[in-house]
């Protein structure tokens, strides 16, 4: 290539990322815009409580979040208190976002007083209920106490805790990273190149993401918005590090920049695109998933990791080449120097004495290892992943987990969060009649349009009205009939998310199907054992798919079968004892409530494919080194060459995932604790150690059926 051309092409390229980080640039505090935190954005896609809420609005007028509003003074309220409650019923009913609000009901001690205000189906909930809180802190007397709970108020909640997602938490990750790379490489210079090499590639991801979610293509909310941050600039970095190493070998070996990079190109092309790859045929597993919040981290996540792979190609090649050894000032590689020894007794440093008790102790090496990594799994046992109530899941101050609590002091708990039925009305009074049958439900009304309030009793306290001479409510109101359906309510004398509730939803599902075999129940306690359901039976069904999809990606990579079954069992051992080491300290360090059934699964997914990684970038070299030097000392080269830049890698990714636990959401945080742990042990021990002593133990069988399995002299 001319010399014309060798200036060319890199200033292109590195033009063309100046371009899209200056368009992309922008949309970093916009994602917001097209990031949704409402229940719908987390909902199993086929189960009969997302069926149920689809089909609610042809039953009532307003078909937003229900946000529950409850007033209490100790000792009892008072006239002025009453008083209040009437006027701040006056004012939520001129709100704009509020579809209809009810009368005051007061409790029967006395104490308190329930106010339920239904918002707009456009209306931001978090900000509504903003909006609503204020309203409630300027009506209320002194010594009146005011919270704001139910669905909308838990949906508030969330997205309050969602909202240092773009600037904190990318803060943090970037900072972590920073320091690491400076204490890593003592280059002022070189730090700079690879967080900007991840930096543009997320801002790429974001535009791409937030394009195709405003076009409706993706589906993105706080969690799929969180991980997109952390694995993109996790995984860019990663392979940029990569890249660096290649490249700084070959400045030792030519002398332009232009052939150095070549030649670095050649030796990090394939490892870096089966490592992407991995990545993003892992995560577009879940796809299978019915969870929509599961499904839609799916496509974004491999938009990520694609423009990761696409920036350490590219953008860092161009960037490297422009600064040549300068990036690496002050210890920068001169051409002709020797490169360090890595094996033999005149090696020196850390990965030399590892490389050397792996040779002399290698059987001994991996089963050590495994015993200890299967000891720390043990932990699983003690695992509790099928689910946590809707009041925990954000860590810390909660308004809404305060007044629900307020609210089971004084009303039936699940006041405000109703179970919906959804039956024939041909069949109105015996589905009336088995709901009211359910232990644990403390009333049932039907959707009424026509009504004041919006519903109209039914079954036997139907009944007592007429006797009395008409509901308060409207004695000519009938339940809304929509394509032959009713709709029901049953209030739960549990809070929606307590485990006494799950009992009651699924008992009540059993007797209503008794009365109508096509009846459906809905509403939020349904929401959470359908969710909780479909998340047991994502992990149960994507994660052998994942393996498989891995095990044949590494088979074709290294031309072998036994070496890539070593991988996913070293993986699958490691992820083991992360998945045993966390239950442990959610159980007896943080007292946790359990977990989301999402855990275990985006852990998998995000360790297995990413701890793949470093077994990729290790085993490659290895192979190369294999066919130069013999499969035993060829293990002993990789691990020496390696061993520095992976750590590293490894350290990076940790405390980029680690950075997910400054957002008090209570899966990112065990999420985070889990693949940052996980990721430290594949790269202490499973990369460093346990691999390379079944290798080496192995020798050339390990590259079965491979023509390095074939080679002579080294067992």
Not at 89 to 111: K, Q
Not at 286 to 314: Q, R, Y
Not at 432 to 443: L, M, Q, S
Request: glycine fraction near 10%.
């Amino acid at each position: 290539m001319s010399r014309f051309l060798r200036i060319v092409v890199p200033a292109v390229v590195i033009v063309v990322w100046l371009v899209v980080a200056a368009i992309g640039g922008p949309f970093f505090g916009r994602v917001s815009e097209v990031s949704t935190n409402d229940q719908t954005s987390f909902l199993p896609a086929s189960a009969d409580a997302t069926t149920v809420q689809d089909r609610a609005a042809a039953f009532r007028d307003e078909t937003g979040a229900p946000a529950v509003i409850v007033l209490e003074r100790d000792g009892g309220l008072r006239d002025a208190d009453s008083a209040a409650a009437a006027t701040l019923v006056d004012r939520l009913a001129d709100r704009s976002d509020v579809d209809a609000v009810s009368p005051p009901i007061p409790s029967a001690d006395g104490d308190a007083v329930e106010i339920v205000a239904t918002l707009t189906s456009a209306a931001d909930t978090g900000t509504a209920v903003a909006a609503i809180r204020t309203d409630v802190d300027d009506a209320l007397p002194d010594d009146v106490h005011g919270y704001v709970t139910g669905p909308a108020g838990f949906t508030a909640d969330l997205t309050e805790a969602f909202a240092g997602i773009d600037g904190i938490l990318l803060g943090v990750a970037l900072a972590a990273v920073f320091v690491i790379l400076v204490v890593v490489y003592r280059s002022p210079l070189l730090p700079f190149l690879v967080l900007g090499t991840a930096t543009f590639a997320l801002t790429a991801s974001i535009l791409v993401v937030w394009a195709l979610a405003k076009a409706g293509v993706v589906t993105v909310n706080g969690q799929v918005q969180g991980i997109l941050s952390i694995l993109v600039i996790g995984a860019a970095t990663d392979y940029a590090l990569l890249y660096t190493s290649r490249y700084r070998e070959a400045l030792r070996d030519h002398r332009t920049g232009w052939d150095a990079t070549r030649a670095a190109l050649r030796g990090s092309l394939e490892p870096i695109l089966a490592s992407g790859g991995t990545v993003i045929v892992g995560v577009l597993c879940l796809l299978l998933s019915d969870l929509n919040s599961n499904k839609a981290l799916g496509p974004v996540a491999a938009i990520g990791v694609a423009f990761s792979v696409l920036a350490a190609l590219t953008l860092l090649p161009a960037l490297l080449l422009a600064f040549r050894r300068a990036a690496f000032w002050p210890l920068r590689p001169a051409y002709g120097s020797d490169h360090p020894v890595v094996t033999g007794p005149d090696a020196r440093g850390l990965w030399a004495r590892v490389a050397r008790l792996v040779a002399r102790r290698s059987r001994v090496v991996w089963i050590v290892c495994t015993v200890g990594l299967l000891a720390m799994g043990a932990g699983l046992f003690g695992l509790r992943a099928d689910g946590v109530p809707q009041s925990d899941l954000v860590i810390g101050q909660s308004q809404a987990r305060d007044g629900q609590a307020v609210l089971a002091d004084h009303f039936p708990a699940g006041s405000g969060s109703p179970a919906q039925v959804l039956g024939d009305a041909d069949r109105l009074d015996e589905l009336a009649a088995a709901v009211t049958g359910v232990r644990g439900v403390d009333d049932v009304v039907a959707v009424a349009k026509d009504s004041p309030t919006g519903t109209v009793p039914v079954g036997a306290e139907a009944q007592r009205d007429a006797t009395q001479g008409g509901a308060a409510s409207g004695a000519d109101a009938r339940p809304t009939v929509s394509d032959g359906q009713v709709l029901l309510q049953a209030t739960l004398t549990d809070a929606a998310d307590s485990p006494a509730a799950e009992r009651t939803v699924r008992d009540l599902r059993t007797a209503v199907e008794r009365a109508d075999p096509g009846a459906l129940v809905g509403g939020v306690t349904a929401t959470a054992i359908d969710t909780n359901d479909t998340g047991i039976r994502d992990r149960t069904l994507i994660i052998p798919v994942v393996l498989v999809v891995i095990l044949l990606i590494l088979m074709l990579l290294l031309r072998s079968v036994v070496a890539p079954l070593v991988l996913i069992g070293s993986v699958i051992v490691s992820f083991a004892a992360a998945l045993g080491v966390g239950a442990l300290v959610f159980d007896h360090v943080f007292h946790f409530p359990g977990a989301d059934p999402a855990v275990p699964l985006f852990s998998f997914v995000f360790l297995v494919a990413l701890g793949v990684d470093y077994n990729i970038f290790l085993m490659t070299r290895v192979r190369e080194e294999s066919l130069r030097s013999g499969p035993r000392e060829g293990v002993l080269r990789g691990l020496g060459v390696t061993g520095g830049v992976i750590t590293s890698a490894g350290v990076v990714l940790a405390a980029t995932f680690a950075a997910l636990g400054v957002i008090p959401i209570l899966f990112l945080v065990q999420i985070a604790f889990v693949v940052a742990f996980g990721v430290l042990l594949d790269t202490v021990v499973v990369r460093s150690l346990l691999v390379p002593a079944i290798v080496h133990d192995l020798g050339r069988h390990a590259w079965w059926p491979s023509r390095l399995s074939r080679r002579p002299g080294d067992m």
